[in-house]
Structures are given as C-alpha cells and as structure tokens.
C-alpha cells in the first residue's frame, strides 16, 4: 500500500481499506528517524490516500501532509494526483512551509510488465519570508515485471534536481503466499537492502535492513492492517 507514495497511480489498484505505519532509524541514529504513516480509502469513483511523513526529532525536523487520489483510465492506464503540504522546523529558529504537488500514471504494457512515471514538485514549492528556498523536483521512470506468481524484478531511474541521475534496482521473491523476500541496491548512496516480510491474515509486517559501505546499517519495521471487503 506504501507503493502510492512512489507514484500515486499505484493506488488506483488498491481493492481494500488499509492503514500502515513505516519507521527507520537511518545508520542507527536517533535524531535521523523517520516514520510513515498511510491509509487507503477505495471508492466507486476512484481511491484516495493519506499519508504523513516525519523525519528527524525535536530540535530539528520535517514533516509532509499528502492526499492523494488515483483512478484507472481503462485496462491499460492508470493515473493519480498527490497534494502535500512540507514543513520544517528549527528549535529557537521557528518554522516554515509550503505546498507541492506529485503525479504519477501507471501503463500496463502486458498483463505481467508495467511501466510508471513518477514527477514530485515540478513547480518548485517555494518557502521563507525570501521565497528564495525552494523544494528540489523529482523525476522518475520505473520497469517492473511480474515474472511469475512468485518472482518481481524491477528497476527504476530518478534524477532530482541538481543531483546526478540514481538507479534503483529490486526484486522480490515469495517463498511460500506467507513469506516474501526482498533484495535491492540503489546507486546513489551505493546502499544495499534487503527484507522479509510475513501475512498473517489480515495483518502484514515486514522488516528491512539497508546497508551503506561507510555509515552502516538502516533498519526498519512496517505494519499494515488490511481490511477486505465482505460479500454484498
């Protein structure tokens, strides 16, 4: 359910009512924790998120607001609109904060093979009483292939604004319906990652670990609650 923050068609797939919580503590750090809570609401005329984002702790931190909404356009598209709202706060400093804007559409080139494309603040949401501090905009285009029932291999390219393009690569492997698998690198922080996580019914919880060559390791935890829909 996570997927929507990545690119916001990825809700319009969503069947079920679902609430999940993410946290991390970046190379075992404590003021660099981030955590993540979202939730999905599917409706008739198309699905809507929640999400919110904190990163850091009390002296310093930032947060971001979003609500999403995605619908698929036939059976070879999908596309969704995000609207967030990012602040950022300074003990003894104060605060600022401004609005931006992510879309994403999903094409289903084969039953089996989709491919995204992702933009996160292409206008540039501006802040500060200079409203010379802007928001840097991301670009990003993904491949995935559902090989089988049990293997998903993707790759992705991202270029954020005044950095050099990263390339993410991942795949997942599910051992039995209960177990999954996960591996993947990412070249702009030449970081490593891996996961597993288990369903128990309605309720999943994966943990992951991601490894940097220098800074070392990043481990995280996610829970989601899914709530399936009953027979009319």
């Keep these: 359910?996570?997927?929507?923050?990545?690119?916001q068609a990825a809700l319009a797939g969503i069947t079920d009512f679902s609430l999940g919580l993410y946290g991390e503590k970046k190379f075992l750090i404590q003021e660099l924790s981030y955590y993540k809570i979202a939730g999905t609401i599917p409706t008739a005329s198309g699905n809507f998120g929640i999400?919110?984002?904190?990163?850091?702790?009390?002296?310093?931190?930032?947060?971001?607001?979003?609500?999403?909404?995605?619908?698929?356009?036939?059976?070879?598209?999908d596309a969704?609109?995000?609207?967030?709202?990012?602040?950022?706060?300074v003990s003894g400093y104060g605060q600022a904060g401004t609005v931006n804007v992510g879309a994403g559409v999903l094409f289903h080139l084969a039953a089996n093979v989709h491919l995204g494309l992702q933009v996160d603040n292409p206008f540039g949401g501006r802040f500060g009483n200079s409203g010379l501090e802007k928001l840097a905009a991301v670009y990003k285009m993904g491949l995935g292939n559902e090989v089988s029932e049990k293997f998903f291999i993707s790759a992705e390219i991202e270029k954020e604004e005044k950095k050099p393009v990263d390339f993410h690569a991942g795949l997942i492997y599910k051992i039995i319906p209960q177990c999954t698998l996960r591996l993947g690198v990412l070249t702009g922080?030449?970081?490593?990652?891996?996961?597993?996580?288990?369903?128990?019914?309605?309720?999943?919880?994966?943990?992951?670990?991601?490894?940097?060559?220098?800074?070392g390791i990043t481990p995280g935890l996610m829970l989601i609650y899914g709530l399936k829909k009953t027979a009319p």
């Design 189 to 215: 922080t030449s970081s490593f990652y891996f996961g597993t996580g288990f369903q128990f019914n309605i309720f999943r919880i994966d943990f992951m670990t991601s490894y940097h060559p220098r800074l």
């Design 80 to 89: 969704g609109l995000q609207f967030n709202y990012y602040n950022f706060r």
């Design 51 to 77: 999400v919110q984002d904190y990163y850091g702790y009390a002296e310093y931190n930032e947060t971001n607001t979003g609500i999403a909404y995605a619908r698929k356009l036939g059976n070879k598209a």
């Design 1 to 7: 359910m996570f997927a929507f923050s990545g690119n």
